[in-house]
Structures are given as C-alpha cells and as structure tokens.
C-alpha cells in the first residue's frame, strides 16, 4: 500500500466501516449528523457492492466477466456489461495519452519477471523470453471496444485490472453511501481513495502521501482531499538486484523491461478513485519528466517523487503538476 490515511480523531457523527476484499482491506468513514443511516444496513450494502465489483472485475474469480472475456479465444465481438464498457473506455484514454505505459495486457510481461502472483523474481529473463510475452502485450493492437462489445484482435489477448480495478471499487462503494444519502465520506481500497465533502470537524479529509522507501514508513506530505478520488503508484516494495542492478515490477510496455528513470512514486488527484489509479500507473512508468508533460497537458493534478542520486544517504525530490501545487 504506497498510500496511508493520516491520523484524525473521530467525531461524535462518524461511521467505520471496514472488511476484506479485492485480496486487501477497505475501511470507510462516513459522517451522519442526523444519525438516520443504519450501520448494519450500510455495511450490507458496501458488501454486495464490493461482491457485484468481484463478480465482474476480479482476475481471481474464474467466474467473473473479467476472466471469461480472458478465456475467449474468438476475434468475433464479445458483449460486455456496461460497467466493463465504463471500465475499458476509460483505460483506453488513459492507455493513449501515457503513449501505451498504462496497458491492461502487460500481465505477460509481469509474469515472465517472476513478479506475477505465482512468480519468484530474482532471476533476469532471456530476450527470447521478454520477445514471446511481448507478442501478448499491446492493450491499442490487441483490444478495440465497439458499440458490438469487445473484440479481441489479438486472440491470446489478456486483461488485468489490478491497476484500475481497485479504484472502480472505490467509486461504486462512494455510489453506495450517496444512496443513502450521505454526503461526507472517504472510502478506501488497499490505498486508493475517494472523499467527498468534508470530515466532521468540517476539514478536508487529511491523507498521507508515504515516503517512498519500504523500510522508514515515513510520511512525505500531508494534503487535504475533498471531492477527489487519490492513488498512488510505487516502485519502492517490489524489487529485485541482479549484478547491481535495480529491477523494478513497474515494466515498460514499450519494451517489455523494468523502467530504469528514478521516479519512485507517483500520487494523483482525480474526479474519481477509478482515473487516479489509472493515471497513477500510467505516469510512474513514464517517470517524471515524460509524465509531468502529460499532466500539464491534461491538467492533472500529480505528485512525482524521485530518489536524489546526488545524495549517499536515502533522498528525495517532489515535484507537483501546477493543479496538484494549486489544490495542496
């Protein structure tokens, strides 16, 4: 998790709710003044929203959309929900303007350098290796989503939505409680965010951007969150060194190697949990000086931090998109 709440007293008016899903946890705050919302009943129906998420979007669950879309090995279009169709458009922006860095077919890639879920890294792959998980690779040549469904291009073709999946998790739990007509809230999913209105002491929601190093736990920066989805995306927790060299589970898919820049995390604001994970992915595989371009240019609001090689000792640098400089 690359992002912690940061500490806040509980008010007289708030609600937690918490449990496990996605493979991690959630934990909810929600803030009723008029004490009118049912706690149990809340918690029900975060829960069958999360099953509904699991049930459409989880690559763990060989009964989910996600993973018989992945088990078709037919070019003809298949019909997906309209929840998948949000999903894939969304990707499929944040996939062209990250020139392809965000792409939901990199699973190969992750796989053949041993950081898959059944993986082992430690041991650098051949360039034969890297070439065949590259001919499964490419979310622009592979996928294209129509008024008919999705087709495949590419019948080998897979789909994970580990970096996009959380946050549209997120944002259909933040559905939930405006439902029941709660306006205050943060919602979060192993790290990604929402929070709308204010906490009850009537403050923006203060979250904690973590030091990007695995071992300190420290804190970078405190930011006050309202009415944004936040997530961030990090280099420093999954790692292996081979011959002293640094290779990351962040892959380039372009070249279907670990990135080599010194951007360590990457944080962004959106209008919703499930772009900010998106987004976050994307940029920290560009790195900073490519992805704060791209920020600029769409007018994100991102937080790029890198390791100062200059400095022996652990260092940092954090640079901020002007939104993100204009919003903390």
Not at 60 to 87: D, F, H, Q
Not at 108 to 119: Q, R, T
Request: charged share 20%.
């Amino acid at each position: 998790m690359t992002l912690a709440l940061a500490a806040c007293k509980r008010g007289a008016a708030d609600m937690l709710l918490s449990g496990e899903t996605m493979g991690t946890t959630y934990n909810v705050v929600a803030v009723d003044s008029a004490k009118k919302v049912s706690q149990e009943a809340l918690q029900a129906a975060i829960n069958a929203s999360l099953a509904q998420t699991d049930i459409q979007m989880s690559n763990w669950n060989a009964a989910s959309e996600i993973s018989k879309i992945n088990a078709s090995r037919s070019t003809a279009p298949i019909a997906v929900s309209a929840e998948m169709a949000e999903l894939l458009d969304a990707a499929n922006a944040v996939h062209e303007a990250t020139e392809g860095q965000f792409d939901l077919t990199v699973g190969p890639l992750i796989d053949v350098w041993g950081f898959g879920a059944n993986g082992k890294p430690g041991v650098v792959p051949t360039e034969a290796q890297i070439a065949a998980a590259m001919d499964k690779v490419g979310q622009g040549s592979s996928l294209r989503l129509t008024n008919a469904g999705l087709e495949k291009l590419n019948p080998d073709a897979e789909m994970y939505l580990s970096a996009i999946g959380k946050g549209y998790g997120v944002d259909k739990v933040g559905e939930t409680l405006e439902r029941f007509g709660i306006e205050n809230y943060m919602v979060e999913i192993g790290g990604d965010i929402l929070t709308k209105g204010k906490n009850a002491e009537g403050m923006a929601w203060q979250v904690a951007i973590e030091t990007p190093d695995a071992l300190s736990g420290g804190i970078q920066k405190v930011v006050g969150v309202s009415n944004f989805g936040m997530a961030t995306s990090g280099d420093y927790r999954n790692y292996f060194e081979e011959d002293g060299v640094r290779y990351s589970h962040i892959i380039d898919a372009t070249t279907g190697k670990p990135v080599t820049h010194t951007t360590a995390s990457v944080t962004v604001l959106a209008e919703n949990a499930m772009l900010a994970d998106a987004w976050a992915t994307g940029l920290l595989a560009m790195g900073r000086e490519r992805g704060m371009a791209v920020a600029e240019t769409h007018d994100l609001a991102v937080l790029f931090i890198e390791r100062d090689a200059s400095k022996s000792e652990k260092a940092f640098v954090t640079s901020a998109s002007s939104k993100f400089a204009a919003i903390s």
